[in-house]
């Protein structure tokens, strides 16, 4: 029995390109046929004959940036391909690019403009007569994305990350040294909408091979059905060597809403040497408009020239064309006739429609923007501080200081303030200013991140202003820490949290709003993607690879796309925050600055000053920067007592050696501030124990000698030991101590 019905399957399988399908009343063999006619190349072609077999109605994706009038290619062509593949029984969706068009500055980047031709195109191609059974989908890609943001930008940003730079570059019609941030941003959106829309056919020009096939090589990585790229031909610019019609260049293309005097004066004048068939465009356009179009092409000559003669077939045409049997003068005037009478349906309803009139009507007055160059950046450099003006002591009533007092307070924060003049003014018109800082949950936290970041907030909220401190989870999944798990990832914001709690931040009064990321982007995914894309488009790729050090790379590394995104949504958040204040490490200067160079593009008055704090350095020589990825760099903020005391014991800390001494630089910009004072304990014939109130007064005894390392050891030990009690506390029992233990069992990332 078992041997009987294998035998019923092996017979089903042998002959199931015969079984006539019942969307379209076709077999296998007959779908494919039709389908594969629309591609001039298929990436997946043993593919496609799986696909028909396991699936009734496969979903065909397309998608077009509304840029200006429609021409011939885009309109008839595109057409006949849609019809081809819904009598084959696919569903089609035509996705309306209008925010790729935005990203690519096409019509100048003007939304209202995009989404007038957008409907303009959809009117054209439902007077040619594209299938309108329910098989074609118009979908506008900013209310697809936007209704799904939490599913969609996490897909670009992970194709982002998962992609090289010079991969994301080979995607590009632009010239490497025009690239903009949107031209790496472009891609990544352009293979997220085939996996968002779940196609199973890419249908697009041979110029989107590129980005098709990165589709293919992202779903080797991820499980994801690959989707078969079906490629069709591009056809040819009217006048000789144009490889492509160009919606900016009239006399390149037949324009789906030329009249008939313009089509026929374009033929006229095209390109049509006697014999030669290869790039060819009046050929080209009989072979890929007039012959699926009409089955037929008829020429109407004297007897003397060979008479009136239709032809049937494509091939036999060229045949005669090759023998000069038949001359460009023979074909030109039939062209134009089989032109418009494919294009009169058109006309008559854009001359019928007032709604479509109007439609064509504004097109046709907008300056057609396709060119992705933006007005190069000036390369700004910070002026210096201002000595800032005399103020008004008055005190303010949110914090009880005079204005003076807090603007000292505020500035104490940054090493470098960009700019005092502007910090005092503002303080002098708002009471309460917005205060921008930002994390990413990477692993365990040192004490930089912690009692620096906390002294700093907390200087900030005494002086009136209002926190917001950004739990940057995306950019953490985007800079792939913790190997990019997400979940991973919010277990160390929430431990951040946790450590902030009981390193004593200022959380009880409303003045420190913890924001995830993810979270608020989500719910305000119109407001936030349109700025991340308009500084992508407006700013160069080496203006953005200079802002790379804010993920922990240099310029020479092998960047991925994550690196120039980042950059474009960290400037974006400083916006989308309201933020009047950046206060960051000096390590995010540059994509600060690229805010305030962002405020120019756009005219906006008010920029956001920069205050960016110090960087402490790591404990060993050398060390510029602690790292959570090498232990003995830093101290962490529930590092035992042990531990504290055999890391400070090893630490750099030469002798009368002020600069470059980790141990000093904890001194000055940990103990000080918190404890205000710092005690040595010594024998009596060493100098006995000593109290320092500031630091410049221990900096004196240690350039001297009077003050040995021997004696600042033991005393930062304990003194860092002192401060960290309480988050030893904190976390030594409860939901604290196995949120402590799931972070350290964790993997760090760079």
């Known amino acids: 029995m078992e041997d009987e019905q294998t035998l019923i399957d092996n017979i089903?399988?042998?002959?199931?390109?015969?079984?006539?399908?019942?969307?379209?009343?076709?077999?296998?063999?007959?779908?494919?046929?039709?389908?594969?006619?629309?591609?001039?190349?298929?990436?997946?072609?043993?593919?496609?004959?799986?696909?028909?077999?396991?699936?009734?109605?496969?979903?065909?994706?397309d998608s077009f940036q509304p840029s200006g009038r429609m021409h011939i290619a885009l309109g008839v062509m595109k057409t006949i391909n849609v019809n081809k593949l819904t009598s084959a029984g696919c569903r089609v969706k035509m996705m309306i690019a209008d925010l790729p068009a935005f990203l690519n500055n096409k019509l100048g980047g003007d939304p209202k403009k995009i989404e007038v031709v957008g409907k303009y195109f959809i009117e054209i191609w439902k007077a040619i007569g594209m299938n309108s059974s329910g098989k074609v989908e118009f979908l506008w890609s900013s209310e697809e994305i936007y209704s799904r943001a939490n599913?969609?930008?996490?897909?670009?940003?992970?194709?982002?990350?998962?992609?090289?730079?010079?991969?994301?570059?080979?995607?590009?019609?632009?010239?490497?040294?025009?690239?903009?941030?949107?031209?790496?941003?472009?891609?990544?959106?352009?293979?997220?909408?085939?996996?968002?829309?779940?196609?199973d056919i890419c249908q697009q020009g041979m110029d989107q091979r590129q980005v098709n096939t990165l589709a293919r090589e992202y779903c080797d990585i991820k499980p994801e059905n690959k989707p078969i790229?079906?490629?069709?031909?591009?056809?040819?610019?009217?006048q000789q060597g144009q490889e492509k019609m160009s919606i900016s260049e009239p006399s390149s293309a037949i324009y789906m809403d030329d009249d008939q005097a313009e089509v026929n004066v374009k033929i006229k004048k095209a390109y049509c040497p006697p014999?030669?068939?290869?790039?060819?465009?009046?050929?080209?356009?009989?072979?890929?408009?007039?012959?699926?179009?009409?089955?037929?092409?008829?020429?109407?000559?004297?007897?003397?020239?060979?008479?009136?003669?239709?032809?049937?077939?494509?091939?036999?045409?060229?045949?005669?064309?090759?023998?000069?049997?038949?001359?460009?003068?023979?074909?030109?005037?039939?062209?134009?006739?089989?032109?418009?009478n494919i294009l009169q349906p058109v006309r008559d309803h854009f001359a019928s429609d007032s709604n479509a009139k109007e439609l064509l009507k504004k097109v046709k007055t907008f300056s057609r923007t396709t060119s992705t160059k933006v007005e190069k950046n000036k390369q700004q450099k910070p002026a210096e501080n201002k000595k800032a003006p005399a103020v008004n002591d008055t005190p303010q009533s949110s914090s009880g200081m005079t204005l003076e007092e807090r603007f000292q307070m505020v500035r104490i924060v940054g090493e470098e303030c960009i700019q005092e003049d502007e910090l005092m003014n503002l303080l002098a018109h708002k009471d309460e200013p917005i205060c921008y800082?930002?994390?990413?949950?990477?692993?365990?936290?040192?004490?930089?991140?912690?009692?620096?970041?906390?002294?700093?907030?907390?200087?900030?909220?005494?002086?009136?202003?209002?926190?917001?401190?950004?739990?940057?989870?995306?950019?953490?999944?985007?800079?792939?820490?913790?190997?990019?798990?997400?979940?991973?990832?919010e277990v160390v914001g929430n431990y951040f949290v946790e450590i902030w709690k009981a390193s004593g931040m200022d959380l009880s009064k409303g003045k420190v709003e913890l924001l995830w990321s993810s979270k608020e982007i989500?719910?305000?995914?119109?407001?936030?993607?349109?700025?991340?894309?308009?500084?992508?488009?407006?700013?160069?790729?080496?203006?953005?690879?200079?802002?790379?050090?804010?993920m922990g790379r240099n310029e020479q590394d092998d960047l991925s796309g994550a690196q120039i995104l980042y950059p474009c949504m960290q400037c974006a958040d400083i916006f989308f925050l309201k933020a009047d204040i950046c206060q960051l490490g000096m390590d995010q200067r540059k994509v600060n600055v690229l805010a305030r160079e962002y405020c120019d593009d756009i005219k906006r008055k008010n920029k956001p000053i920069i205050l960016s704090h110090h960087m402490l350095p790591g404990l060993q020589q050398g060390q510029l920067k602690m790292s959570k990825s090498d232990a003995s760099s830093a101290i962490f903020m529930e590092d035992e007592e042990d531990a504290v005391i055999a890391k400070i014991e090893k630490a750099y800390c030469p002798a009368n050696i002020v600069e470059g001494n980790p141990c000093l630089e904890y001194l000055k910009f940990v103990i000080f501030p918190r404890l205000k004072e710092f005690t040595v304990v010594r024998s009596t014939e060493d100098g006995g124990a000593k109290t320092y109130q500031s630091y410049?007064?221990?900096?004196?005894?240690?350039?001297?000698?009077?003050?040995?390392?021997?004696?600042?050891?033991?005393?930062?030990?304990?003194?860092?030991?002192?401060?960290?009690?309480?988050?030893?506390?904190?976390?030594?029992?409860?939901?604290?101590?196995?949120?402590?233990?799931r972070v350290k069992s964790y993997r760090v990332t760079r």
């Open 12 to 61: 089903k399988s042998i002959s199931i390109d015969q079984t006539s399908n019942s969307t379209s009343g076709m077999t296998i063999d007959e779908r494919i046929e039709v389908i594969r006619s629309v591609g001039e190349e298929c990436i997946g072609e043993d593919e496609l004959r799986v696909l028909l077999s396991d699936k009734d109605e496969p979903v065909c994706f």
């Open 151 to 199: 599913e969609y930008w996490p897909l670009v940003l992970d194709i982002a990350r998962n992609n090289k730079l010079p991969r994301l570059i080979s995607c590009c019609q632009v010239e490497q040294d025009e690239l903009s941030g949107a031209q790496i941003m472009c891609p990544c959106m352009q293979c997220a909408d085939i996996l968002f829309m779940k196609a």
């Open 229 to 238: 790229i079906l490629s069709h031909h591009m056809l040819l610019g009217l």
């Open 275 to 340: 014999k030669v068939v290869d790039g060819n465009p009046c050929l080209e356009y009989l072979k890929y408009i007039v012959f699926p179009w009409f089955k037929e092409f008829s020429v109407e000559r004297k007897a003397e020239f060979g008479g009136a003669k239709t032809y049937y077939s494509y091939e036999e045409l060229v045949a005669d064309y090759e023998g000069e049997a038949l001359h460009p003068g023979d074909v030109k005037p039939a062209l134009s006739k089989a032109l418009n």
């Open 437 to 489: 800082d930002g994390f990413e949950p990477s692993g365990r936290m040192h004490i930089a991140q912690g009692v620096m970041k906390t002294i700093n907030v907390n200087r900030l909220t005494s002086a009136g202003c209002k926190v917001r401190m950004w739990i940057a989870d995306w950019f953490a999944f985007l800079n792939n820490k913790m190997g990019g798990d997400l979940e991973k990832i």
């Open 522 to 550: 989500n719910s305000r995914a119109r407001e936030y993607w349109p700025i991340v894309m308009d500084i992508a488009r407006k700013n160069k790729l080496p203006r953005l690879t200079r802002c790379c050090q804010i």
């Open 696 to 741: 410049e007064e221990l900096v004196a005894d240690y350039e001297i000698e009077a003050l040995h390392p021997d004696d600042v050891k033991p005393a930062l030990s304990k003194a860092l030991n002192d401060i960290l009690q309480p988050v030893r506390d904190h976390f030594s029992k409860g939901a604290p101590k196995d949120l402590l233990e």
